[in-house]
C-alpha cells in the first residue's frame, strides 16, 4: 500500500512539473491597481508575448508557471500605465532643441535666457516656448523693441506657454511678409500706435510658418526619442499626440515597426483638407503602437491670451469676446464628412461660446448614430444650458493642471458668475460616466501624477489655495486613476486593449515608490516611479 502512495505521489509531481508553464515574466510581491471593474487589489500577475496571462496571489503563480525573469517589487505599487489623453508628444521633443521660456517670472528673464542659448548654440534663427505673461508683475504681452535691438539680424519666434501667442522680432515680421496693413481671420496682428508690437495671435501666427526652418530628419528622429525617454521616466505607455502631420505620424511608425520607439501612440490627425482627405479614404490605421482614427480640430483660441471665444465680453476686457478659428458654416461641413467615416473628431473648445458652437453642431450630425466618442478637448468653460449635450456620443478631454495654473488669475478673464461652470471636472463625469484625463504638455508638466494631485486636491504643488479651487469639483482618487488609465483607454476606443491589468490586456505597466491612493495628498507630486513596463518589458 505504501509503495503504491509512492507511486502516486512521484507521478502527481512528475505530471505538475511537466505541466508548469514557461511564461516571460512573473510579477510577485506587489500591490497591484488592476483598475478593473471592480477596482480589484492583486499581489501577482504572470506575462507572456508581451500580455497578462493570469493575475494572482503573491505565492500561487510560482508553482504554475516558470518565469523567463522574475520581478520581486518587494512590496512597492503597480498601476496600469499611465495614458495621457491629451498631449503633445513630437512637440515635447522639438522643445528640447529650443529656447526653454517656462517658469519666466519676466520679459527680462526672458531676453536673458535667449541671450544665454544664442551664446551657446550661434543660431541663425532663434525659436522658444513658454514664456505667461500672468506669471509676470506686469500682466501684459511683452513687445519687441529689445529683441529688435539685441537681434537685429536673426529672426527670433517665441511661443506664449499655451501655442496660442508668439512674439516675433522685426526681421522675423519683415520676412513674413507682415505690416500694419495685414488682415487675418480668426486671429490678431497687436499694433499700437500704429506700429507693430511683434505679437500675434491664433491664426495670425499661421503667417511664420513659411519662415520657419524645418527640423531635419535626423533632428525629427531625435525629438520624438527625446519625448520618449521624458514620458517613460514619468510612468507614461501612451500618449495621445494632439494633432500631427501625416509625415510626422509615417516617421513615428516607421521608428515604432524598427523597435526604434516603443511608445503607444494615439494620433490625432492634424486637420487640414490634404490630411482629412487621405485619411479618409486610407481608413482607420492601427498597429500594436499605433492608433490613426480622428481629427484634431482648433474651436478657438485660449483663455490666457484672451483668445477663448466667449459669449458675453472678457470681464478684464470690455467688447473683446476671443475668436472663432474656424467658421461654423466650414466645421459643420467638415463634420458632416467625418462623421459619415469610422474616425473621432476631436475638437479643441476653451470658450462657451467654442463649446456651444461644437457641442450643438456635434450633437445634430451624430443624433442618428451612436458610441461615437467624439471628444471636447479641454470642455474648459460650458455654459449651463449646454452640458447636456454631453453623452455617449460626446465625451470630455480634460487637463486637470489647466485648472490649477489658470486659478489665479481665471476670475479676472471670466468674473465670478461664469466661473461657476469651468473646468467643471465632476459635473462631466456625472453626466457623461467617464472622463479622460491629460496634461497639454508640453504647456504643462508631462508628469502624470501632477495630473492625478491637481484632479483631487485642486492645488498647486505649494497647497495653495488651503481649500482647493472649486473644490466641488474635484475628483476622487479612483475616478482621477480610471481617468488617466482605463478612461482614457475608452476615449481611444482601445479599453478592449489596454488601460487596466487584465488577463488578454497588454502588459503596459507602472511601478511606484509610494501608495497614491492612500498616502497624505500633499505627499503625492514627490511620488517617485521606479519602473515603466511596456509589453512586459522594462522601457525606461
Known amino acids: 500500500m505504501k509503495r ?34 471592480n477596482f480589484s487589489i492583486r499581489q501577482s500577475f504572470v506575462v507572456n508575448d508581451g500580455k497578462i496571462l493570469e493575475i494572482g496571489e503573491f505565492g500561487k503563480l510560482e508553482l504554475r508557471y516558470t518565469p523567463e525573469k522574475t520581478y520581486d517589487v518587494d512590496g512597492k505599487f503597480v498601476f496600469p500605465g499611465f495614458i495621457d489623453a491629451h498631449a503633445h508628444f513630437y512637440g515635447l521633443g522639438l522643445q528640447q532643441q529650443k529656447v526653454d521660456l517656462t517658469g519666466t517670472k519676466s520679459f527680462a528673464e526672458v531676453v536673458e535666457r535667449i541671450q544665454t542659448f544664442q551664446k551657446k548654440n550661434n543660431s541663425n534663427f532663434i ?70 508690437t511683434g505679437v500675434l495671435i491664433d491664426n495670425a501666427m499661421t503667417l511664420m510658418n513659411k519662415i520657419i526652418p524645418n527640423p531635419t530628419p535626423k533632428e525629427k528622429i531625435s525629438a520624438l526619442k527625446a519625448a520618449e525617454k521624458i514620458c517613460l521616466d514619468y510612468g507614461l505607455t501612451t500618449v495621445d499626440d494632439a494633432g500631427l502631420e501625416r ?32 485619411y479618409l479614404k486610407k481608413g482607420i490605421y492601427k498597429t500594436p503602437k499605433l492608433n490613426v482614427r480622428s481629427f484634431k480640430v482648433y474651436a478657438d483660441g485660449a483663455l490666457g491670451s484672451r483668445g477663448a471665444a466667449l459669449k458675453k465680453s472678457y470681464t478684464d476686457k470690455d467688447k473683446h469676446f476671443g475668436s472663432l478659428l474656424i467658421n461654423p458654416k466650414k466645421f459643420k461641413t467638415l463634420a458632416g464628412k467625418i462623421s459619415k467615416s469610422d474616425f473621432q473628431m476631436n475638437m479643441h473648445a476653451i470658450g462657451d461660446s467654442a463649446n456651444a458652437m461644437v457641442l450643438r453642431t456635434y450633437d445634430s450630425v451624430l443624433k442618428k448614430q451612436n458610441d461615437r466618442r467624439w471628444r471636447i478637448e479641454h470642455a474648459q468653460i460650458i ?10 456620443n460626446i465625451f470630455p478631454s480634460v487637463q486637470p493642471t489647466h485648472a490649477t495654473s489658470d486659478m489665479y488669475w481665471a476670475n479676472l478673464r471670466l468674473g465670478k458668475e461664469r466661473l461657476k461652470n469651468a473646468y467643471a471636472y465632476k459635473r462631466l463625469l456625472k453626466q457623461t ?66 488601460g487596466s491589468i487584465e488577463v488578454g490586456k497588454y502588459a503596459d ?30 522601457a525606461n
Open 509 to 538: 505597466f507602472v511601478v511606484l515608490d509610494r501608495d497614491i491612493m492612500t498616502i497624505p495628498e500633499k505627499d503625492i507630486p514627490n511620488v517617485k516611479v521606479l519602473a515603466t513596463y511596456i509589453d512586459g518589458k522594462k
Open 247 to 278: 509625415e510626422t505620424i509615417e516617421l513615428i511608425d516607421s521608428l515604432q515597426k524598427a523597435n526604434e520607439l516603443n511608445m503607444r501612440i494615439y494620433a490625432m490627425v492634424a486637420n487640414s483638407s490634404k490630411n482629412v482627405e487621405y
Open 4 to 37: 503504491i502512495l509512492l507511486l502516486i505521489l512521484v507521478g502527481f509531481f512528475l505530471f505538475a512539473c511537466k505541466e508548469k508553464k514557461e511564461v516571460d515574466l512573473l510579477v510577485m510581491n506587489a500591490k497591484i491597481y488592476t483598475v478593473d471593474e
Open 383 to 392: 455654459d449651463e444650458p449646454d452640458f447636456k449635450y454631453f453623452s455617449n
Open 433 to 498: 460616466g467617464k472622463i479622460a484625463l491629460g496634461t497639454d504638455f508640453p504647456i504643462e508638466n508631462v508628469n502624470p501624477l501632477l495630473t492625478f494631485y491637481a484632479a483631487i486636491s485642486r492645488k498647486d504643488t505649494s497647497g495653495y489655495p488651503e481649500d482647493g479651487f472649486q473644490k466641488s469639483q474635484a475628483l476622487s482618487r479612483e475616478e482621477a486613476l480610471r481617468g488617466m488609465t482605463i478612461w482614457a483607454a475608452y476615449a481611444n476606443f482601445e479599453e478592449k486593449e489596454k
Open 127 to 196: 525659436t522658444g516656448r513658454g514664456w505667461d505673461q500672468n506669471d509676470w508683475e506686469k500682466q501684459e504681452f511683452p513687445t519687441n523693441d529689445t529683441l529688435n535691438r539685441l537681434f537685429p539680424n536673426t529672426p527670433i519666434i517665441i511661443n506664449r506657454i499655451d501655442g496660442h501667442v508668439l512674439l516675433a522680432n522685426k526681421i522675423a515680421l519683415q520676412k513674413a511678409g507682415i505690416s500694419t496693413q495685414t488682415k487675418i481671420e480668426g486671429g490678431e496682428i497687436i499694433q499700437e500706435n500704429g506700429k507693430l
